[in-house]
Each structure stands twice: as C-alpha cells, then as structure tokens.
Nanobody
C-alpha cells in the first residue's frame, strides 16, 4: 500500500520560508519522487523532483528558491521553500511512484496535500 503524508504547510508572509515534509511508504525508490502543486482553477504542476542518484529538477518558477531533498533512512521527502511569493499559494502534493514488476512502468501516487498560503 502506497502512503504519502505531507506536513508543514501553513500561512506565511511574502518573502518568508516554509519546509514541507512527506512521509512515504510503499513506493518504489527507482521511480523517483517529487512535489506537485495545484492552485485553484489551475492544472496540477510538477514543482520539483529527485531521482535515485540524487539528481534534481525544478520548475523555472521556483529555481533558486526551492530545494528538494530526501532522507532515505526514514523515507522522508522534503521541500524547502524560501523567498515565497503570493503566486506560490497552492495545495502542495508529495508524489511517489510504484513500478509494475512485469512492465516496469512507474505509476504516480499523490498524498492528500498540504495548503501553502502566501500573503503580501
């Protein structure tokens, strides 16, 4: 059973920081993990991802401000968010994959989400 539980969301002033955490279980490590976000009326978008070898990617809108990391010892994923902007306001979802053992296809799973609200 895949379980992804996000914590750490809240309300902050523009320019502030938040650190999100995701406790993961049942995911396939080789599928990688990441953070998505969805603002009201908008499509869910990939914010950051991290692969097995530690390679990271970021959406252009958050480069230089957000940092994704993982603690493999306790299966926890993090998203450090600095210099927050009002446009970062969204529900943030932790994502992990589970690989089909026959077809080697990774299927994405998302947690329940945690609200991040940035005010001016």
């Amino acid at each position: 059973q895949v379980q992804l539980v996000e914590t750490g969301g809240g309300s902050v002033q523009a320019g502030g920081s938040l650190k999100l955490s995701c406790a993961a279980s049942g995911v396939t490590r080789s599928c990688g993990m990441g953070w998505y976000r969805q603002a009201p009326g908008k499509e869910r978008e990939l914010v950051a991802s991290i692969s097995t070898d530690g390679t990271t990617t970021y959406a252009d809108s958050v480069k230089g401000r957000f940092t994704i990391s993982q603690d493999n010892a306790n299966n926890t994923l993090y998203l450090q968010m600095n210099s927050l902007k009002t446009e970062d306001t969204a529900v943030y979802y932790c994502a992990g994959g589970r690989r089909n053992p026959v077809y080697y296809v990774c299927l994405n799973y998302w947690g329940q989400g945690t609200q991040v609200t940035v005010s001016s």
